[in-house]
C-alpha cells in the first residue's frame, strides 16, 4: 500500500510541475504581449507628434513671418519629440525583452520591432527636412 501511495505522489508531483511550467511559459506570452501593446502605443504617440509638427508647419496659414516661424520651430520640435519617442520606445521595448529572457529570434518580435522603429525615423527625419525647406 505504501509504495502504491510513493507512486501515486510521484504522479501526481510530476503532473504538478508539469502545470507550473505551463503557468510560467503562459505568464512569459502575456508580459511579451503586454510589452508589444506598451510599444505599440509609444508609436502611436509619436505619430501623433510627426502628424502636429507637419500639421503645424504646412497647414497652419499665418500672415506674419513671426508666426510662421513660430509655427516652424513648434513643427520642428513636435517632429523631433515623435523621432525621440520612436527611439525610446524602442529601446525600452528591448530592455524589458531581454527582462523576460527572450532573446532567440522565434520566440521575440525584437528584429520586427527595430524594422519598425528605424523605418518610423528615417521617414520622420525625411518628413522633418521636407517640412523645413
Do not use: D
Not at 77 to 106: A, D, M
Amino acid at each position: 500500500m505504501s509504495e502504491e501511495l510513493n507512486k501515486e505522489l510521484k504522479a501526481f508531483q510530476i503532473e504538478q510541475l508539469s502545470l507550473a511550467e505551463e503557468r510560467t511559459f503562459l505568464a512569459i506570452e502575456r508580459s511579451q504581449l503586454a510589452y508589444e501593446r506598451t510599444f505599440l502605443s509609444w508609436l502611436r504617440t509619436g505619430l501623433g507628434c510627426v502628424g502636429g509638427g507637419i500639421a503645424f508647419v504646412r497647414l497652419l496659414a499665418f500672415r506674419s513671418t513671426g508666426h510662421q516661424i513660430s509655427a516652424q520651430v513648434i513643427g520642428s520640435v513636435l517632429i523631433l519629440l515623435g523621432i525621440t519617442i520612436f527611439i525610446f520606445s524602442q529601446l525600452s521595448y528591448k530592455k524589458r525583452i531581454r527582462l523576460l529572457g527572450i532573446e532567440r529570434e522565434e520566440e521575440s518580435s525584437l528584429p520586427v520591432v527595430v524594422c519598425i522603429t528605424f523605418a518610423l525615423v528615417v521617414i520622420s527625419t525625411f518628413i522633418w527636412l521636407l517640412v523645413l525647406l
